[in-house]
C-alpha cells in the first residue's frame, strides 16, 4: 500500500514538473499563440515575467508593454503603459489646479483694476460727435463668429476639467449626464466655425498686426493703463497685436490637438493622444484667461471700445486718442481719394 502510494506520488510529480517545464518553454519560444510579451525599448525576446523583473521595475523603465495582436484593431496590441498614470494624475489633479489659478487669477486682477483704477474713461471733449469706421461688416462677422463660437467652446470645455467636481454634486447625475453630452455635441461642432472664423481673422488682421516700432513704446508704457496717458498707435496697439496672437496661434495649435482627439489614433498612438489632451487642456485654460481680459477691455473696462465691434464706428476723437497713428493713415488715404472714413454727426 505505502508502496504503490510512493509510485503514484512520484508519478505526480514528475507528471506536474514535466508540464511546467513545457509550458516555461512554450511561453519563451516564438509564438503561435495570440499575443506575446514583448518589452518596447529594449533587445526583443526578453520575457518580463516575475521572475526576470519585477513590477515595478518595469513601471519605472519602460514606455509601455505591448504585445502582438492578430486582430486588426493594433492597438488592443498595449497591455500596460505606466506613464498613464502620470497622464490621468495631470488631469485629474494637475490641469484642474492650473485652470483655477489662471481664470481666478485673472478675475481677482481685473476686480482688483476695476476697484481701484476704474473704468478708463473718455475725457469730456474726447467726445467729437464724429465717427470713424473701424470694423466693416465683414469684420465684424469675423470677430462675433470666432467670439461666439469661443465662449461656448470654453464654458463646455470647463465641463470636461471641472462639471464633475463643481456641478454634478449640485444638479445631479443625471442632469448632469444629459448637459454633459449636450455639451460635448456643441464642442465638438462648434470647433469647425470657430477653426474658420481663426482663419478669417488671420486673413483680415494680419497686416495691422506685424510688429513694428510703435510696439516697443506701447510695451516701455505698460500701455498707459496706470499713468493714463495712452502711447501712440496704428490700427493695433501692442495689446491687441498679443491678443490676435494668441487667438491665431492657440487657436491652430487648439485646432490641431482637438482634430487628432476627435478622431482617436487616426493620426498618433496612446502617447501622443496623451500629449494631445495635455496641450489642449492646458493651452485652453490660458487662452480662456486671456480672453476674459480682452472681454473685459472690450465691454466693462473701457469707455467707447465696444462701438467698435459693435456698429464699427468709433468716435473720432476717442480714435485720435487710442490710434493716433491710425487715423492719420486714414485721414492720408481720405485725403488721396481712396477711402472716405470719417463722416460728420447727423444734427441733434
Ligand atoms: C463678449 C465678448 C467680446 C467682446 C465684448 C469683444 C470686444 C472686442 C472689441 C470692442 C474689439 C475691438 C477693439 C478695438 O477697437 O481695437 C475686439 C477685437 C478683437 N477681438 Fe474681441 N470681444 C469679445 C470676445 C472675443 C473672443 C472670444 C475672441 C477670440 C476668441 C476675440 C478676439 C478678438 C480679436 C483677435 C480682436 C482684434 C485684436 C484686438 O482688438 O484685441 N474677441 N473685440
Known amino acids: 500500500m505505502t508502496q504503490s502510494f510512493m509510485r503514484r506520488f512520484v508519478t505526480a510529480l514528475a507528471l506536474v514538473v514535466g508540464l511546467a517545464f513545457a509550458g516555461?518553454?512554450?511561453?519563451?519560444?516564438?509564438?503561435?499563440?495570440?499575443?506575446?510579451?514583448?518589452?518596447?525599448?529594449?533587445?526583443?525576446?526578453?520575457?518580463?515575467?516575475?521572475?526576470?523583473?519585477?513590477?515595478?521595475?518595469?513601471?519605472?523603465?519602460?514606455?509601455?508593454?505591448?504585445?502582438?495582436?492578430?486582430?486588426?484593431?493594433?492597438?488592443?496590441?498595449?497591455?500596460?503603459?505606466?506613464?498613464?498614470?502620470?497622464?490621468?494624475?495631470?488631469?485629474?489633479?494637475?490641469?484642474?489646479?492650473?485652470?483655477?489659478?489662471?481664470?481666478?487669477g485673472m478675475l481677482v486682477a481685473l476686480a482688483a483694476f476695476y476697484f481701484t483704477k476704474g473704468r478708463i474713461m473718455m475725457e469730456p471733449d474726447e467726445e467729437s460727435g464724429r465717427k470713424i469706421l473701424r470694423f466693416n461688416t465683414f469684420e465684424r462677422f469675423t470677430h462675433w463668429l470666432t467670439a461666439t463660437c469661443f465662449i461656448v467652446l470654453a464654458i463646455s470645455g470647463l465641463n470636461y476639467i471641472f462639471g464633475k467636481r463643481l456641478l454634478m454634486p449640485l444638479i445631479g447625475p443625471d442632469a448632469f449626464a444629459a448637459w454633459s453630452q449636450w455639451a460635448k455635441f456643441a464642442h465638438n461642432y462648434l470647433s469647425w466655425p470657430f477653426m474658420l472664423g481663426v482663419l478669417f481673422m488671420l486673413v483680415v488682421w494680419i497686416k495691422d498686426n506685424l510688429p513694428d516700432r510703435t510696439d516697443i513704446a506701447w510695451l516701455k508704457a505698460g500701455g498707459g493703463f496706470l499713468s493714463g496717458k495712452h502711447p501712440p498707435a496704428r490700427r493695433?496697439?501692442?495689446?491687441?497685436?498679443?491678443?490676435?496672437?494668441?487667438?491665431?496661434?492657440?487657436?491652430?495649435?487648439?485646432?490641431?490637438?482637438?482634430?487628432?482627439?476627435?478622431?482617436?489614433?487616426?493620426?498618433?498612438?496612446?502617447?501622443?493622444?496623451?500629449?494631445?489632451?495635455?496641450?489642449?487642456?492646458?493651452?485652453?485654460?490660458?487662452?480662456?484667461?486671456?480672453?476674459?481680459?480682452?472681454?473685459?477691455?472690450?465691454?466693462?473696462?473701457?469707455?467707447?471700445?465696444?462701438?467698435?465691434?459693435?456698429?464699427?464706428?468709433?468716435?473720432?476723437?476717442?480714435?485720435?486718442?487710442?490710434?493716433?497713428?491710425?487715423?492719420?493713415?486714414?485721414?492720408?488715404?481720405?485725403?488721396?481719394?481712396?477711402?472716405?472714413?470719417?463722416?460728420?454727426?447727423?444734427a441733434e
Open 236 to 346: 493695433f496697439n501692442a495689446g491687441q497685436k498679443g491678443i490676435f496672437w494668441s487667438v491665431v496661434l492657440g487657436g491652430i495649435a487648439m485646432s490641431v490637438t482637438g482634430i487628432i482627439m476627435m478622431f482617436p489614433f487616426s493620426y498618433t498612438d496612446i502617447g501622443g493622444m496623451q500629449l494631445s489632451q495635455i496641450i489642449h487642456g492646458t493651452l485652453g485654460v490660458i487662452l480662456i484667461a486671456i480672453l476674459i481680459a480682452h472681454i473685459y477691455i472690450g465691454s466693462l473696462g473701457m469707455e467707447g471700445a465696444y462701438d467698435a465691434m459693435g456698429s464699427g464706428e468709433v468716435d473720432l476723437a476717442w480714435a485720435k486718442v487710442h490710434h493716433r497713428l491710425w487715423v492719420e493713415e486714414e485721414g492720408a488715404k481720405t485725403a488721396s481719394g481712396r477711402q472716405t472714413t470719417a463722416r460728420p454727426a447727423p
Open 24 to 104: 516555461d518553454t512554450l511561453a519563451q519560444g516564438t509564438g503561435g499563440g495570440n499575443t506575446q510579451n514583448i518589452v518596447q525599448g529594449q533587445s526583443s525576446g526578453a520575457n518580463p515575467t516575475a521572475r526576470s523583473v519585477t513590477e515595478e521595475q518595469l513601471f519605472q523603465q519602460l514606455d509601455k508593454l505591448t504585445g502582438r495582436v492578430s486582430i486588426p484593431d493594433g492597438k488592443a496590441a498595449v497591455l500596460q503603459q505606466p506613464q498613464g498614470r502620470e497622464y490621468r494624475a495631470y488631469h485629474e489633479s494637475t490641469l484642474p489646479w492650473i485652470g483655477g489659478i489662471v481664470i481666478l
